[in-house]
């Protein structure tokens, strides 16, 4: 929104381009565009020899940038415009994003722990942490960790893959916000230990699901029926705040 | 209009936004080929950490003997590190998707009030996701879908802290 308005402020502060101008303008962006990738592919044959796996992770790195980019995806929109403006369009989406991998990272853990989840806890598979996808230490540390990251990628105008992505566009604003976000990250890093060693503010257990539920068949009903509820609870509130309830 | 008419391909195919849906499908069909490869979840905010003590370092502070750090900074390579690489990977491919969209423009920043909002919201985001041990991506996007209570707990703890981030936007930043 903000932006259409400075285009506007821009458009009559400045002489209008003629669409010759235009026509230029757009050769020269595709040409580096073009050129640009070129470039990219040639820095993922120089991973690979740094990293095993290099160009695979480069090229599904690019592809989430170009996804991100393309379709507008914004975790930190999806959870603030609800409140700002009663858009619940991202929340959507980002939920129908948390069912399709729920159902991937179902398939690898089965895979592993077993449908009855009878090798969680052997050898080969010490605790739920060792599995695909983050099963970590949950407790109060999560919910201010949260809370204070999410007054932080709304102030800042993106959350952590939202900053990425809007430097790849140009936004000046978030080369300025990854800097501080890297020095908040180092400040994060020496609070870690000392909050790690306060038992009130931190609690070193992950909790998984499955193995809380007491087995694949509730945790999948629970998971997926509470993903259902929000979607349809998403829908209703965007539906009534824009006037076709 | 005319544009439009004069390369449809481009339009059609390099130019016209996705629906979120597709945005959706994608992002969860790449994280799951990552890790499926790699072994290694998707996410963002582990390394930013680490840059900041190789910068530390480059000062000539040695936080390497921090107990936060403990060593970890002599033995870091960004190149063996999946997740700094699909970072610069979401920079990069951004960038191209716009490039190729003839959308690039330097969006410049509109007063002093941008400047503190990226200031202040970008420490704090720093400060959360170590707290949280990971970000939108990495304690959620990684974490809810992996089953692990903690990617919804932090679902919660996040959406809170977007309302007061809301409130605080328009009050202080807008």
Same mark, same amino acid.
């Given at each position: ?27 020269? @962006?595709?040409? =580096? ?29 690019? =592809? ?44 690898? @853990? ?63 604003? @978030? ?28 609690? =070193? ?13 509730? =945790? ?26 | ?174």
């Amino acid at each position: 929104m903000s932006d259409t308005t400075s285009t506007i402020k821009r458009t009559t502060s400045r002489v209008k381009e003629t669409p010759e101008q235009r026509a230029r303008k757009q050769k020269i @962006q595709l040409t =580096a565009g073009i050129i640009v990738a070129a470039l990219l592919v040639l820095l993922g044959f120089y991973i690979q020899t740094q990293n095993p796996r290099g160009a695979f992770i480069w090229m599904i790195g690019l =592809a989430l940038g170009y996804t991100l980019q393309r379709s507008r995806f914004c975790f930190t929109a999806s959870m603030r415009d609800p409140v700002l403006t009663g858009s619940t369009e991202l929340t959507k989406a980002v939920i129908i994003a948390l069912a399709l991998a729920s159902l991937g990272y179902m398939a690898l @853990q089965m895979k592993l722990t077993g449908v009855d989840l009878k090798n969680l806890g052997t050898d080969a598979l010490k605790d739920a942490s060792k599995l695909p996808g983050h099963v970590r230490a949950v407790g109060v540390h999560t919910v201010i960790g949260g809370f204070i990251f999410g007054i932080g990628a709304v102030i800042a105008g993106g959350c952590a893959s939202g900053t990425l992505m809007r430097m790849g566009e140009g936004f000046i604003q @978030q080369w300025i916000a990854i800097i501080f976000f890297i020095a908040g990250s180092v400040i994060g890093m020496v609070l870690l230990p000392i909050v790690q060693v306060n038992p009130i503010l931190y609690q =070193a257990k992950p909790i998984y699901l499955p193995q809380l539920l007491g087995g694949w068949v509730p =945790a999948i009903i629970v998971q997926f029926g509470l993903l259902f509820v929000l979607y349809v609870l998403a829908d209703w509130y965007g539906k009534k705040k824009s006037g076709e309830l | 209009m005319d544009e439009k008419k004069k390369y449809p391909f481009h339009e059609k195919y390099f130019k016209k936004e996705w629906s979120y849906v597709t945005g959706s499908v994608l992002l969860a069909m790449l994280a799951l080929a990552l890790v499926i490869v790699t072994g290694g979840s998707w996410g963002v905010t582990g390394p930013l950490g680490m840059w900041g003590g190789k910068f530390l370092q480059l000062i000539g502070i040695n936080a390497d003997s921090w107990k936060a750090y403990n060593g970890s900074l002599a033995k870091y390579n960004f190149w063996t590190d999946q997740t700094a690489i699909t970072d610069l990977g979401i920079v990069l491919g951004a960038f191209l998707s716009v490039l190729l969209a003839t959308q690039f423009k330097i969006k410049k920043i509109k007063s002093m009030k941008n400047v503190w909002a990226a200031v202040l919201g970008g420490l704090l985001m720093g400060i959360g996701a170590r707290l949280s041990l990971g970000c939108n991506i990495g304690a959620f996007f990684t974490a809810l879908p992996a089953f692990s209570l903690h990617g919804w707990v932090f679902w919660i703890s996040i959406f809170s802290g977007a309302a007061v981030g809301s409130q605080l936007l328009k009050k202080y930043f807008m």
